[in-house]
Structure formats: structure tokens, C-alpha cells
């Protein structure tokens, strides 16, 4: 079989790495979507707690797509959806629970969990279309480049992941964190697409020695050559 007809190559996913990548993937989704409840300004810059660490969620996904594949991810993006709805499920169900008499936060604990379940929605709804594209067009591009040119394979999945992640967001979650005018929705939606995209790149040596650290390390992961 010559170079032309063999698949880019990817691991299976029975090792001690995947479940761990799939446990920090989930609990960044979860931090991100409680820190993003509030609305952030940095004088013209207009965004939301979130953009504390929800990048890295496209770090971890970069990571389990090169290594595993497409499937692979996917299964990690529906664990991160499944895990997101449970804790709303609990958060509302905390909320219906009789409060104590020393307990003075009722009001604000209902004020949050309103904002989480919209930004659940907003979160999922970005989060399955970002996460997919970027799955599936890093794979796209590793069909072409085998193990050559990873950068391109980072990076363009990034910018077409993040750019349907951050417009479906931004569309839900504008009206939940506040905003109400266009100009602040567009200053919202492209800044927050450019942030994420900037972070991304400049985590690439990281992603890079994490991507390399694992591949070297699968048992079951074998280079196809370019």
C-alpha cells in the first residue's frame, strides 16, 4: 500500500491518558460555563469570566483529536455536554431545596443558577458546534499532512472551531450576561473570537510537548509518514 492510500494515524483509546484528558476536558467546560455567569469590562473590552480558562477546553480538544481521533473527541465533547446538564439539574434542584434559617444567599444562589441555565444553553449549543468543527477539520487537515505541519493542524482548526463556537455563544448569551446593544454584541463577539484564537497560539508550544509527551507514550499510536 503506497503513502497515498493510508489514513492518518490515531490511537486507541483503552490507555490510562484518555480518561484523564476526558476528566480535565469536562471540569474546564464545567469552571468555564459557572465563571462566564458574569459579565467582565476591561475599559473597551466587553466579555465574561469564562475567558479565564475556557481556551484551554480547545487545547484539550486539539490534544484528544490529534491523538485519537475524531470519534475520540467527540465522545469527550458529549461526556463534557452530559456532565454540564447534570450540573444544572443539580444546581436547580439545590435551589428548590428548603433554605436554613442562617442561610442569607437564597436570592443571589436563584440569580446565579438562572444565569448558568441560560449560559448552559448558550455554552452547550457553541460548545457542540465549536468543539465538532474544530474535531473534525484538524482531522481533515491531518488526512493531508500525516505527521507533518501540526502547526497547520492546530491552528486552522482552532480558527474555524472558535469562530462557530464564539458566534453561536455570543448569539444565546449576550441578552443573559446583559448586553442589549449591537455595537456591544459585535465588540463582544469579536473580541471574545480573537481572544480565544490569540490564547490558543500562544499555548502552542504547550500543546505541541503535551501532543508529543502522550504520541510518544500511546503503545497502540503508530506514525503514518507523510
Known sequence: MN???????????GSAYYPVLVAVFTALVIISNVTAT???????????GGFLVFP?????????TEVYG?????????TG???????????????????????PNQEHFEN??????????????GFLVGQTLNAWSLVLIKERTREKHLW??????????????TLVFCAIAASVIGITSFGDFVTYTAQG?????????????????VIAFIKHREPTYQSVPA
Open 3 to 13: 503513502d497515498r492510500n493510508q489514513h492518518a494515524s490515531f490511537a486507541r483509546v
Open 38 to 48: 458574569k459579565g467582565v469590562e476591561f475599559g473597551p473590552i466587553i466579555t465574561d
Open 56 to 64: 484551554l477546553t480547545y487545547v484539550i480538544g486539539d490534544v484528544l
Open 70 to 78: 475524531f470519534k475520540a473527541a467527540r465522545r469527550a465533547i458529549y
Open 81 to 103: 455536554f452530559a456532565m454540564n446538564v447534570l450540573a444544572a439539574l443539580a444546581f436547580w434542584a439545590t435551589v428548590y431545596l428548603p433554605a436554613a434559617d442562617f442561610y
Open 112 to 125: 446565579i443558577v438562572g444565569a448558568y441555565t441560560g449560559l448552559i444553553i448558550a455554552g452547550m449549543a
Open 152 to 165: 497547520a493542524r492546530l491552528v486552522g482548526s482552532t480558527f474555524v472551531g472558535q469562530l462557530g463556537d
Open 193 to 209: 473570537w480573537l481572544y480565544k484564537t490569540i490564547v490558543e497560539v500562544a499555548l502552542l508550544p504547550i500543546t505541541y510537548r
